[in-house]
Antibody
Framework: EVQLVESGGGLVQPGGSLRLSCTAS????????MSWVRQAPGKGLEWVAN????????YYVDSVKGRFIISRDNAKNSLYLQLNSLRAEDTAVYYC???????????WGQGTMVTVSS | QSALTQPPSVSGSPGQSVTISCTGT?????????VSWYQQPPGTAPKLLIY???NRPPGVPDRFSGSKSGNTASLTISGLQAEDEADYYC??????????FGGGTKLTVL
């Protein structure tokens, strides 16, 4: 069974940093592109970033470019998202999601909440 | 990277059919057959319902179907059941190698 478990969320002040982790199990982690998707309270889903199987390609939504960094460690079956220069509008549940070859997100974690507030 | 356009809400009675539209542009929905749909009941993570416009993953009932015409994709749910009440989101891969989601549609089963 595919499992994705996020961790690392919490309360952080504006301008602060946080590192999210996603630990994968039940599949060969290196097979797949991986993504982060977020959802602000009471709002819709927003794709944030994704990373190629070997980490050589990374893409970001414009609103986080230059502030967030996606990375992965295939040896540890782990996906990461480094959040820097955080703003109130970054407050959201952050989901880790597996990308299948058909360009869809077929498995999601339970999410980790990030709150940016003073 | 503008969000795809979905109606905020739709409703239907048990047994009826409803259709949710998802309108994008020639840079996303119109460029590829890489449109997917997700169901999100309150307080839970999203679940993949449809991929590549009209394909269902194993375990998704055939009451859920997808289609596309030009820059607009659609999700149809037939034989509505109370358990279908949830938020539904479309998503499309884009020509910039990114993804974009729709704003979401709340389905109410009357």
């Amino acid at each position: 069974e595919v499992q994705l478990v996020e961790s690392g969320g919490g309360l952080v002040q504006p301008g602060g940093s946080l590192r999210l982790s996603c630990t994968a199990s039940g599949f060969t982690f290196s097979c797949c592109w991986m993504s982060w998707v977020r959802q602000a309270p009471g709002k819709g889903l927003e794709w944030v970033a994704n990373v190629r199987q070997d980490g050589s390609e990374k893409y970001y939504v414009d609103s986080v470019k230059g502030r967030f960094i996606i990375s992965r460690d295939n040896a540890k079956n782990s996906l990461y998202l480094q959040l820097n220069s955080l703003r109130a509008e970054d407050t959201a549940v952050y989901y880790c999601a597996r990308v299948v070859g058909e360009y869809a997100f077929d498995n999601w974690g339970q999410g980790t909440m990030v709150t940016v507030s003073s | 990277q503008s969000a795809l356009t979905q109606p905020p809400s739709v409703s239907g009675s048990p047994g009826q059919s409803v259709t949710i539209s998802c309108t994008g542009t020639g840079s996303d929905v119109g460029s590829y057959n890489r449109v997917s749909w997700y169901q999100q009941p309150p307080g839970t993570a999203p679940k993949l319902l449809i991929y590549e416009v009209s394909n269902r993953p194993p375990g998704v009932p055939d009451r859920f179907s997808g289609s596309k015409s030009g820059n607009t994709a659609s999700l149809t749910i037939s034989g509505l059941q109370a358990e279908d009440e949830a938020d539904y989101y479309c998503s499309s891969y884009t020509t910039s190698s990114t993804w974009v989601f729709g704003g979401g549609t709340k389905l109410t089963v009357l």
